[in-house]
């Protein structure tokens, strides 16, 4: 199977630790997403990358989460001093480039944080 | 700014009836729109989208979508449901330029009733 996928698929911590997953998109897409999702809610963007740039940043973003996407490949979300409200399903989707393109979606990771 | 709104966070139909799910858009441009599935502990699946040109769209599974631009809608159908239709539903609008990011609906919660 080619598709999307993350690592871990759930990822228990306590408040104030910090976290790191991990997406690896379609080989030949070069524009990467990631979103977050909340329960009874619809995902929400929260950054994107163009190859190995990073172009957009959520204002859902805040200065305790940061990515990266070295040499364009597989990318990673990590999230300092956790905290409660970082509980959420986290996931990642990759797409061509262009207008109507669709995004292809990773499994997801799941956060809880106690 | 773009917008999806999903008029039903609960539908409920017996097997054999038609599904309706229901979307309402707001764009300043000719949107991408798009339908994704997502089952219990499973990645977003996409079901079908709308780029400009048939407005009835045709996806996987026997649903469908059309687009109606005098009524900004973009309604999700199937003649019969089935069990397996059971999941969470998402209306997605993307962005028509620059990072192409989806705007998610909150979702439709379908039960098939045996």
């Known amino acids: 199977d080619t598709g999307v996928s993350q690592d871990p698929r759930h990822k228990i911590t306590k408040r104030g630790q910090n976290v790191t997953f991990r997406c690896d998109p379609i080989?030949?897409?070069?524009?990467l997403y990631w979103y977050r999702q909340t329960l009874g809610q619809g995902p929400e963007f929260l950054t994107y990358?163009?190859?190995?740039?990073?172009?957009?940043k959520s204002r859902l973003l805040s200065d305790r989460f940061s990515a990266e996407r070295p040499k364009g490949s597989f990318s990673t979300l990590e999230i300092q001093r956790t905290e409660q409200g970082d509980s959420a399903m986290y996931l990642c989707?990759?797409?061509?480039?262009?207008?109507?393109?669709?995004?292809?979606f990773g499994p997801g990771t799941r956060l809880t944080v106690l | 700014a773009q917008s999806v709104t999903q008029l039903d966070s609960h539908v409920s139909v017996s097997e054999g009836t038609p599904v309706l799910l229901r979307c309402n858009y707001s764009?300043?441009?000719?949107?991408?729109l798009f339908w994704y599935v997502q089952h219990p502990n499973k990645g977003l699946q996409l079901l079908l989208k709308?780029?400009?040109?048939?407005?009835l769209v045709k996806g996987i599974n026997g649903f469908e979508a059309e687009f109606k631009k005098s009524e900004t809608s973009f309604h999700l159908t199937k003649p019969s449901a089935h069990m397996s239709d059971a999941a969470e539903y998402f209306c997605?609008?993307?962005?028509?330029?620059?990072?192409?990011?989806?705007?998610f609906g909150t979702g439709t919660r379908l039960k098939v009733l045996a």
């Open positions: 997605v609008v993307s962005e028509t330029s620059g990072t192409y990011k989806y705007i």
């Open positions: 080989s030949e897409h070069n524009r």
């Open positions: 989707a990759s797409s061509r480039g262009g207008p109507g393109n669709e995004q292809f």
């Open positions: 990358f163009q190859n190995e740039a990073q172009l957009e």
């Open positions: 709308y780029t400009s040109a048939a407005t």
């Open positions: 764009s300043s441009y000719s949107p991408s």
